[in-house]
């Protein structure tokens, strides 16, 4: 058990709707990164918060958006989704500067 | 912009020993990890290189050659549990991941 909580675990909805998938780090992790893993791909990075600050953004989607709440648990928010927004969905956590990354188990998202 | 090169697959037998190199081209470097991934789980941290060198955990050994932007992870007496995607990974603030690399084990 790696400490990092995601739920739901498992996530089917239709074209066009919305979802939010959430995160709770590890305790005392400040760092919350998100992923996104479609099948046989590796983990794309879609945004970093620190502390409640985005601190850093990768190929995240205009439809896609996080935030981190003061008790540093984040949500992942995802809009108008399409068939292709079918993937695993990681939240990690670290401390500051932490060489180690910490995954949760992750949220299954199917678009259909 | 980062990127980081990696083989798609290597196949090795169970007992060998196997290197899964990786180059990173990045703007901003503090260090390359690598991580394990079996099918169906999440990614599992195994070994940091922030200094050029070797280290050793067990039976992984992790490489990093910062002048070269080069580094692998050396598998040892391989066991069949060892099947699974194994992902380099650069950080700076962020950990920007590999594609991973699939490893394969024959009996």
């Known amino acids: 058990d790696s400490g990092v909580t995601q739920t739901p675990k498992h996530l089917i909805t239709a074209t066009g709707q919305r979802v939010t998938l959430r995160c709770s780090p590890r305790s005392g992790d400040l760092s919350v990164y998100w992923y996104q893993q479609s099948l046989d791909q590796g983990l794309q990075f879609l945004i970093q918060?620190?502390?409640?600050?985005?601190?850093a953004k990768g190929n995240i989607l205009e439809r896609f958006s996080a935030q981190q709440f003061p008790d540093l648990h984040s949500e992942l928010n995802l809009s108008s989704l399409e068939l292709g927004d079918s993937a695993l969905y990681f939240c990690a956590s670290s401390p500051i500067r932490g060489t180690e990354a910490f995954f949760g188990q992750g949220t299954r998202l199917t678009v259909v | 912009g980062q990127s980081l090169e990696q083989p798609s697959e290597v196949t090795a037998v169970e007992g060998a020993i196997v290197q899964i190199n990786c180059t990173y081209q990045?703007?901003?470097?503090?260090?390359l990890s690598w991580y394990q991934q079996h099918d169906g789980g999440a990614p599992t941290f195994l070994s940091y290189n922030a200094l050029d060198g070797l280290e050793e955990t067990g039976r992984f050994s992790s490489f990093l050659s910062r002048s070269d932007s080069y580094g692998y992870l050396l598998l040892q007496e391989l066991q069949m549990k060892d099947s699974a995607s194994y992902f380099c990974?650069?950080?700076?603030?962020?950990?920007?991941f590999g594609k991973g690399t699939r490893l394969h084990i024959l009996p």
């Open positions: 990045t703007s901003g470097f503090y260090g």
């Open positions: 918060y620190y502390n409640g600050e985005e601190r």
């Open positions: 990974a650069v950080r700076d603030d962020k950990i920007i």
